[in-house]
């Protein structure tokens, strides 16, 4: 099993049994090309990502890499529960409507073309769920996005945020687009967007599928 | 447990020593508030759902019904594999970018403002998850959809199409935007479309994240 540290520390038992291959962040390169070079070899191979490996995560570096071999060896992606999946449930129902997933990492990606998205988004009444909203060299890019979003969308705009979702350090904040605070945000934190239609109750975050404007509720 | 028939039939174990209140289809409402009644009279209650319940499923139904109620019952929301992530699994990785889940379904939303969403996902290069695509009496809105992506992506550019994602009757089909045959996709389907830059290797659609514009890969 190869995976980064943190995620291997959260499945204990799964690792008991077998070798481990543990690596540090940002080495996303290396850690997909050796599991491709051990599977190459013979060996069953799991890498291990967080959330689900096909959003975000590891899965397409390990084809782009496949598809420079000569004889690449069989692989398979097991879906996983995403950040999008997660962060949704332990904030109410936010993402009952049409959504957006929107990282603000701008490391592999221009931020002309984030802040282009962000602007379809909020333009076309998106529910936004933001990945990568914050690290300590990334700061100022929420902040942005927010005024961005703010520019089609109402300050009382339901908006939430889970870090850690699921984890013994999880914290789920529920506010309003005008009130989200940045610094309050970091690596592991998911930020959610309601659309127009989004409300909250009870303190969380709900967006009607629209069974409400066709039958009585 | 409560639940939709077709759903239920594939937890047999799940199900096997419960009580089982199964449902027909577009009965939703009556469903969520039978969950909502058996759960305030102090029973344990799952309503079962496809995929995960907080995308385009029951979670938002159940929240608004009981914002409705005086005392409504405690809700946990727990969040499962969404087509979205299914189907990308089963599909290469198509969405190892931003993307948007847009659904077809003209039923509780006015096809005007499906449209517009296209029409920002499309022209923002987001990779486009389509729920609902057709069925028998919404048999020209993919149709639609496909002329509005065209305007702002070539015909070559990646699409997949997966039926009944991991069941046994599961299909997949691996084309182009413009060789994509809304006729072969029915209402067990989730339709793919990559962005700009996804490429098909050996039958699967992969959507690059960008390391290889920074790192030698």
Redesign the interface.
Known sequence: MIGYRTYLDLIPKLIRDKEVIASSMMK??DRCRKALELAGGGRNVALVCGG??????M??????????QEA?PEIE??????AV??C???L????????????LSD???PWE??E??I???A????VIAIYNPRSKKRDWQLGRAKEIILAHRPPDTPAGTVTAAFRANEKITVTTLGELAPETVGMQSTVIIGNSRTFT??G?I??????????E?
């Open positions: 996303e390169v689900d490996p096909g959003i975000y995560a899965a397409g570096l390990v084809y782009e890499l496949a598809a420079k690449p992606v097991v879906p996983g529960i995403a999946n997660g949704a449930a332990r109410g129902a936010p993402l009952m409507h049409d959504f957006c997933a929107i990282s490391l592999l990606t073309l984030i282009k998205r602007e379809a988004a333009a076309a009444d998106f109750w009870n969380l709900i967006t009607p599928r629209g069974y409400g404007d066709k039958y509720i």
